[in-house]
């Protein structure tokens, strides 16, 4: 059945259907076309239908594109977390001027260049714990879609057609410009649209260009091409998810004029196209300046995650409200680092317990008695992560507050496990202790941030990478400490704390524990402010087959 004979008016749609526990709390989000929050209420009960803008595949990805992923994953999540059947696309545009441009430059197909750097993209996806979107369209593969709609926009006055090249007549479109508020006058030639002299009004846009010799082309009806950018996303929206659907996200940068041209060709090519909610995330910027290829001032997935782990950067990414900008900061990366290890430590000490304390726990099948204060901690745990997930996806405001308040419960706990304890009393704090541990990786999992691996392996990678920071191997610290503790025998205290505090300074934070010291990754007193790209790392190795 075609899905839109299936919707209801989207005011009058059915609750979302979330868990029982969490159906007195309305999911609201921003929509950038009314500039306010609203309600989030699918077009069909139950399913939600979203598509995302993905990447131009010519480069590795940069930061950007990380938080532009990560914004829209725990959006997913959520969404699936309420009990919603989720239809996600995310496109590849493999076919673009800048991919053409780098294949030349490197003497490559540009359709082979560009699916190797969408594999490459998938790489740092599954690095940061996205979700694969249920489709991932290419350009390339949806070719006929794309002519189809160019076909439709043209029989009904939208389009015309000069020497091979097809553009879109914004005159005719009276709505243009009520995504963004730009006004035709503003979109001026040589800025946001090519100059072309053969154009209606200086405005009009690209459906389809013409062959150029040394380009890959596609036949047309008029003529060999291919298409323009904004013409993909309306054709393969439209393919997987009809003209009507809930959730259209992607960059604040594509709303004009990306978004906007989206708009006005679905709504040509059919007029009853409508999207219930455009979602934008943030830029992050370096300096306060946009980061972005073309300004040269980025960074990529992978110069960060050499340095960094993936779930470090994950944490740092949704530190921050989706939709505020976001400033590249060494600082707040080892920050987040230093978050994520107190995270999985106190979760790696609490399953380690719990798991020598197993025969201890009652198996007679009923409900777990807990602490007052363990009762306290998960209620308010679970309403702050309902009221500020619910409100707009408010991750900064869940990874503080009731969360932390539950992670130093966990380690108040198994101070007192150390301790002699009557039986019952003992009991108590250990079934404490899991149903603590419970609701804490339930919120782990919608913010994507649970391992997929025991915590015992991504604490040592974690402290790899601040072994990797700081310019040391780990046999170097075993030597320091070394050194440290038969300087501490000589009653030398103050070299002791010299030696504590240089190591400190390259993040490595050295913990007396009775006789022994050990030590973790911390936030350095001093860090280098940017990250030093390594060479080569502008192209991938090519295939052998290549």
């Excluded at 493999?94 to 490559?108: C, F, L, P, Q």
């Excluded at 609490?350 to 204060?373: F, T, V």
């Excluded at 419970?438 to 402290?463: I, M, R």
Aim: glycine share 4%.
């Amino acid at each position: 059945m075609d899905p839109s004979k299936q919707e209801t008016n989207q005011k009058k749609a059915s609750k979302p259907m979330a868990r029982k526990e969490t159906q007195e709390f309305q999911f609201v989000v921003y929509n950038t076309m009314t500039q306010q929050k609203e309600v989030f209420n699918p077009k069909i009960p139950g399913k939600v239908r979203m598509y995302v803008c993905g990447v131009t595949a010519y480069d590795f990805s940069h930061l950007g594109h990380a938080r532009a992923a990560v914004s829209f994953d725990v959006l997913y999540r959520y969404l699936k977390h309420l009990g919603y059947e989720v239809t996600y696309v995310r496109n590849f545009t493999d076919v673009d001027d800048k991919i053409i441009r780098r294949a030349n430059e490197t003497g490559e197909d540009p359709i082979s260049l560009s699916d190797r750097y969408c594999k490459e993209y998938n790489i740092d996806m599954s690095d940061l714990q996205c979700l694969s979107p249920t489709h991932e369209p290419r350009v390339s593969d949806h070719m006929e879609q794309i002519k189809d709609m160019i076909t439709q926009i043209i029989n009904k006055d939208f389009g015309y057609v000069v020497e091979g090249d097809v553009f879109f007549t914004v005159d005719k479109f009276s709505n243009y410009g009520k995504l963004s508020g730009q006004k035709l006058e503003n979109n001026r030639a040589g800025e946001r649209v090519a100059v072309d002299s053969r154009k209606r009004n200086p405005s009009d846009f690209a459906l389809w260009k013409a062959a150029k010799p040394g380009e890959p082309s596609w036949d047309s009806p008029w003529g060999p091409g291919r298409p323009g950018w904004h013409i993909e996303c309306s054709a393969m929206s439209a393919h997987y998810l009809s003209f009507k659907f809930d959730i259209h996200g992607g960059g604040l940068d594509l709303i004009f004029p990306h978004h906007e041209n989206e708009i006005a060709q679905s709504c040509a090519a059919c007029k009853e196209s409508d999207v219930s909610y455009w979602m934008h995330n943030g830029h992050v910027t370096n300096n306060n300046e946009k980061m972005s290829k073309s300004l040269g001032n980025f960074f990529t997935i992978r110069q960060i995650t050499e340095r960094y782990h993936p779930l470090a950067l994950r944490y740092f990414l949704i530190n921050a409200h989706y939709r505020s900008p976001l400033n590249y900061s060494v600082v707040q990366l080892e920050g987040a680092s230093d978050a994520v290890f107190y995270i999985y430590q106190t979760l790696k000490d609490c399953q380690d317990a719990l798991l020598q304390l197993q025969e201890e726990m009652p198996n007679d099948g009923k409900p777990a008695r807990i602490s007052p204060d363990a009762k306290e901690c998960i209620s308010k745990l679970r309403n702050e992560f309902q009221v500020k997930m619910s409100d707009d996806l408010s991750t900064s405001l869940i990874l503080t507050g009731a969360f932390l308040e539950a992670l130093k419960l966990v380690n108040n706990l198994l101070t007192m496990l150390k301790k002699k304890q009557q039986k019952q009393q003992r009991l108590l704090v250990i079934q404490s202790l899991k149903e603590i541990q419970n609701e804490v990786t339930k919120v782990l999992d919608v913010l994507g941030l649970q391992p997929p691996f025991s915590y015992n392996e991504v604490l040592l990678q974690l402290k790899e990478k601040a072994l990797t920071r700081a310019g040391l191997v780990e046999d170097d610290v075993i030597r320091l400490i070394k050194e440290r503790a038969e300087v501490r025998r000589n009653k030398d205290f103050l070299k002791s704390d010299q030696m504590r505090a240089h190591l400190q300074a390259q993040g490595i934070a050295l913990m007396d524990v009775g006789t022994e010291t050990i030590w973790r990754p911390c936030v350095p007193v001093q860090q280098d402010s940017e990250i030093v790209p390594s060479e080569g790392q502008k192209v991938p190795p090519k295939p052998e087959s290549a």
